[in-house]
T-cell receptor, first 114, second 112 residues
Framework: EPEVTQTPSHQVTQMGQEVILRCVPISNHLYFYWYRQILGQKVEFLVSFYNNEISEKSEIFDDQFSVERPDGSNFTLKIRSTKLEDSAMYFC????????????FGPGTRLTVT | KQEVTQIPAALSVPEGENLVLNCSFTDSAIYNLQWFRQDPGKGLTSLLLIQSSQREQTSGRLNASLDKSSGRSTLYIAASQPGDSATYLCAAPRSSASKIIFGSGTRLSIRP
């Protein structure tokens, strides 16, 4: 069964460093998303991406964040200058155009900023 | 603005019991409603998705219902097992490809 994959599973970085989180969505899907979950808190929406552009973003998704689909298969989230409060689990999701538009989630990348 | 609430926040029951988890949402204009399971420190496992036009969905010992008019969904777990221990999240998007709004979850513990 097709699945969304994410790499790395765990990333440790120092405050102020840039990180890139990678996702491979399901191959025939057209809509892509990033969510994050700070430890002990709700899963929060960050950004959605369709047709090579951002379709919606939350107030969390400020100028420090960017997304890209560089090669038609990968979908990346870049954080330019990480802060301690960026420590969280980051989930990528994708959906197609089937009846349900169900979003399929990847296993997540745990980002720890020290 | 959509708000999704789950009650109770935590639940502990002995093995074998049937139980109900509740989810409520403030905006009935949802496209579908999804229930997820999350084990500690792990990702999201989709359990059931109910389309807005449907009333319920079943998968094995799980049954989810949806009442859009009252802004409620329930997840019924039959004959609970220790392996069912996890956090259960409900979530709903407003339209077909829009963001999902998550509840804060119910942390379920099944005692052997």
């Amino acid at each position: 069964e097709p699945e969304v994959t994410q790499t790395p599973s765990h990333q440790v970085t120092q405050m102020g460093q840039e990180v890139i989180l990678r996702c491979v969505p399901i191959s025939n899907h057209l809509y892509f998303y990033w969510y994050r979950q700070i430890l002990g808190q709700k899963v929060e929406f960050l950004v959605s991406f369709y047709n090579n552009e951002i379709s919606e973003k939350s107030e969390i998704f400020d100028d420090q964040f960017s997304v890209e689909r560089p090669d038609g298969s990968n979908f990346t989230l870049k954080i330019r200058s990480t802060k301690l409060e960026d420590s969280a689990m980051y989930f990528c999701a994708s959906s197609g155009q089937g009846l349900s538009y169900e979003q399929y989630f990847g296993p997540g990348t745990r980002l720890t900023v020290t | 603005k959509q708000e999704v609430t789950q009650i109770p926040a935590a639940l502990s029951v002995p093995e074998g019991e049937n139980l109900v988890l509740n989810c409520s949402f403030t905006d009935s204009a949802i496209y579908n409603l999804q229930w997820f399971r999350q084990d500690p420190g792990k990702g999201l496992t989709s359990l059931l998705l109910i389309q807005s036009s449907q009333r319920e969905q079943t998968s094995g010992r799980l049954n989810a219902s949806l009442d859009k008019s009252s802004g409620r969904s329930t997840l019924y777990i039959a004959a609970s097992q220790p392996g069912d221990s996890a956090t259960y999240l409900c979530a709903a998007p407003r339209s077909s490809a829009s963001k999902i709004i998550f509840g804060s979850g119910t942390r379920l513990s099944i005692r052997p």
